[in-house]
Structures are given as structure tokens and as C-alpha cells.
Nanobody, 125 residues
């Protein structure tokens, strides 16, 4: 059974940092592009960051550029999101996703085949 499991969420204050992890199991994701999306309360799920299979292509939403860093370890089948200088507007449930069908799925949600259950990140002001 293929699973993506996020961890590392929590409650922090404005300006703090958090590191999210997404552990993959059930298949090897070393050849797959992966991404982070987030869903704030009463809003739709939105793109945060994307990384291709070897890390040679990375993209971020404008709202997180310069503050968030996406990375991956293919030997550990794990995706990461380092979040610095957090703001209250970063409060959301964060989801990792993997695409098995597209070399560069980028920010298109329907291009991703597997999703995690989500990790809550809450930033207080």
C-alpha cells in the first residue's frame, strides 16, 4: 500500500521556523516529482513548492519565496519543507504529493497521484 505521511507540524509564533517531513512507503519515489500544497481554513488547497526527481527543478509560490525551502532525500524516500520567518497567513494544513505520471507536474494538483493526510501548521501573531 502506497502511503505518504507528513510530520513536523505544530503551533509556533510569528518569525519562528518549522521543518515538515513527508515519508513515502509502498513504492520508491526516487523517480517521481513531489510537491507541497496547503489549505487554509475555509479556502481551497493551493500550491506551495515543487521539486523534480533529482532536485534540478524547484519552484515556489510567490507567497513563500525566500522563506521556504523544499528538498528531498531519495535514499530515504523523504520530502522536506523548511519553513522560516513564518507568518500567521502561513497557517494551514500542509499536504505532500507525488506525481508518477508527469516529469514536471509543477503546480497542477490533478497531475499528482498520491497525497498525504496533511499536517497542521498554526502560526500565532
Amino acid at each position: 500500500q502506497v502511503q505518504l505521511v507528513e510530520s513536523g507540524g505544530g503551533l509556533v509564533q510569528t518569525g519562528d521556523s518549522l521543518r515538515l517531513s513527508c515519508a513515502a512507503s509502498g513504492r520508491a519515489f526516487g523517480d517521481d516529482a513531489m510537491a507541497w500544497f496547503r489549505q487554509a481554513p475555509d479556502k481551497g488547497r493551493k500550491f506551495v513548492a515543487y521539486i523534480n526527481w533529482d532536485g534540478s527543478r524547484i519552484d515556489y509560490a510567490e507567497s513563500v519565496k525566500g522563506r521556504f525551502t523544499i528538498s528531498r532525500s531519495n535514499t530515504k524516500d523523504t520530502l522536506y519543507l523548511q519553513m522560516d520567518s513564518l507568518k500567521p497567513e502561513d497557517t494551514a494544513v500542509y499536504y505532500c504529493a507525488a506525481s508518477t505520471r508527469f516529469y514536471n507536474p509543477e503546480d497542477v494538483q490533478r497531475n499528482y497521484d498520491y497525497w498525504g493526510q496533511g499536517a497542521q501548521v498554526t502560526v500565532s501573531s
